[in-house]
């Protein structure tokens, strides 16, 4: 064959190959581009919804993962080994392949990816598009304050990545912090945020006061304290919120976005598919109902088709703080924890022993009202609270106190103890501020990085996995040892626990992860 011909034939088979390459090259129809989708307010919008979702979805393992690492819970469950994973996050004896650790930190970085799609994206020169984008800046930097906070120096990743710039190294704290204030900054001053009409409005989004409460949640962090105080003080002056009057109904179903409630992801009920709202965060919470006697309306009122598992177990210590505090009688403490003996006059009669020192958490109880039983109970209908105003009203006071404010410090405090039925204070220190924090935001994912924030996480931490106890149906707790007692194997550990460590996974995936010292 000659040259000539042989060129002929490749000549032919491009022609061919191209001809067919544009016959297959023809649009999806009723599919739209990626690069072309976000051109109109209504695409905006599903884009901003997205972010919402998946911060509602990384609410169990945020949840557990903060609680978990404070000293106001056992892991509980009811038995030892019933959530290994739990019992790791509680007793500090975890590595770096920790599941609730990864999907934590997986889950922060999987909502800034959708924040990052709308600031990329929903650019056109409209009012909508402002707001999303306002909305994003938010939420963003709502995740990045945890990852700060509890990595350190985690990737800095402000834009939707090329291939090229997957395996993103450690970012420094400095610049980190500084996309925080600037995201909350021009959040805040876009003037796009919507704001309640009114202190008993029911706004689910992001409001410019939420901005605010976490732009002063930062600045705290960062120990700018007049900074702070000016941001907490401006939601309080706002006259948009305020404490929910009775305490023990903050977070029931039929007070969704109450008064008191700075940001919630909210659930709507679908009878057509209960699933919608899958949940496993109220089932951690219940105590254990298969191991109680109850009568009717108890079980009316509590009991529905899947049993709670009895995790987050109030500790003695937390119930002792609340009564050095209130007295056993403390109007917020019994609005709180109820003890056995509570629970028996109640209707509820302990039969089986399960893991936990005789107390009851009370305040997030699940009531049968709130869980879909078409669901077998793994729907939530609660929302999901993130912030309320009694925690704004507690960053305010310690940053009002360390701006050099004794007497707004004392105000804000002292709003949180009126509520609680609880004598006003002449004057506030740290220990008072700290004291009130603990008890009044319990169970309410604040108190782990409040310790390591105030240097006091040894303090509290150190043995927390040396025993776990037995509560027996007489009423006796019996306290069992754990690690044969080598406290290298358990417990808070100064110069390791004050940042998480990277998870292994992500370790193996992207080599410019530098690890925390001691993992």
């Known amino acids: 064959m000659t040259m000539k011909k042989i060129i002929s034939i490749f000549a032919i088979s491009a022609l061919v190959l191209t001809g067919c390459n544009k016959l297959l090259d023809i649009p999806q129809h009723g599919a739209q581009g990626f690069e072309g989708y976000y051109s109109t307010d209504a695409e905006a919008e599903t884009a901003i919804n997205a972010a919402y979702l998946q ?27 019933d959530n290994a994973d739990l019992e790791q996050l509680n007793e500090f004896s975890f590595n770096t392949d920790q599941s609730y650790i990864q999907g934590m930190f997986e889950g922060y970085y999987g909502v800034i990816y959708k924040c990052n799609v709308v600031l990329g994206h929903c650019t056109l020169d409209t009012p909508t598009m402002k707001r999303v984008c306002a909305e994003a800046r938010v939420i963003r930097a709502m995740q990045y304050f945890d990852l700060i906070t509890l990595w350190g120096n985690p990737p800095l990743v402000d834009h939707e990545l090329d ?29 796009y ?41 401006a939601v309080i002056d706002s006259k948009l919120y ?113 893991i936990g020192e005789g107390t009851f958490q009370w305040k997030r109880r699940v009531e049968a009202s709130g869980v879909d039983p078409s669901s077998y109970s793994f729907s939530m209908e609660d929302d999901f609270i993130w912030m309320r105003y009694a925690e704004v ?28 039925q609880l004598p006003a204070k002449a004057s506030v220190t740290m220990d008072d501020i700290k004291t009130e924090k603990r008890l009044e935001l319990c169970y309410d994912m ?29 009423g006796n707790v019996v306290y069992k040892p754990l690690y044969d007692g080598d406290k290298s194997k358990y417990g808070w550990k100064k110069g390791k626990n004050e940042l998480l460590p990277y998870p292994g996974l992500e370790i193996r995936l992207n080599s410019n992860i530098k690890q925390n010292p001691g993992w």
């Open 393 to 420: 009203l507690l960053l305010a006071a310690e940053a009002n106190l360390k701006a050099g404010n004794a007497s707004k410090a004392a105000e804000c405090l002292n709003a949180v103890r009126t509520r609680a």
């Open 446 to 474: 604040c108190r782990y990085q409040d310790l390591l924030r105030w240097g006091d996480a040894e303090k509290y931490l150190a043995n927390q996995g040396e025993n776990y106890p037995e509560l027996q149906p007489n």
């Open 193 to 233: 945020l919507p704001e309640k009409s009114n202190v008993n409005d029911k706004q689910w989004k992001v409001t410019k006061q939420f901005a605010q409460a976490l732009y002063g949640k930062a600045l705290l962090w960062q120990e700018d304290y007049a900074g702070a105080a000016a941001q907490l003080n």
């Open 242 to 354: 305020d404490l929910y009057p009775v305490y023990e109904d903050i977070y029931l179903y039929s007070n969704k976005m109450s008064c008191e409630s700075l940001f919630e992801s909210i659930r709507i009920t679908n009878p057509s598919n209960a699933f919608e709202n899958f949940d496993f965060t109220h089932l951690f919470l219940h105590w254990r109902t298969e191991r109680f006697s109850m009568t009717d309306e108890m079980n009316t009122r509590f009991v529905t088709m899947q049993t709670g598992y009895g995790f987050l177990s109030p500790r003695k210590a937390l119930y002792e703080a609340f009564v050095a505090e209130e007295g056993k009688a403390g109007y917020r403490l019994n609005s709180t924890l109820k003890t056995l003996d509570q629970f028996a006059d109640m209707g509820m009669k302990l039969t089986a022993s399960l």
């Open 163 to 191: 291939p090229s710039e997957y395996s993103m190294p450690n970012g420094s704290t400095e610049d980190l912090w500084n996309l925080v204030n600037t995201d909350l900054k021009t959040a805040i001053e876009s003037g």
């Open 55 to 81: 911060l509602r979805g990384n609410s169990t393992n945020v949840f557990m993962g903060k609680n978990l690492q404070s000293d106001d819970v056992w892991a509980g469950g009811g038995g030892r080994n």
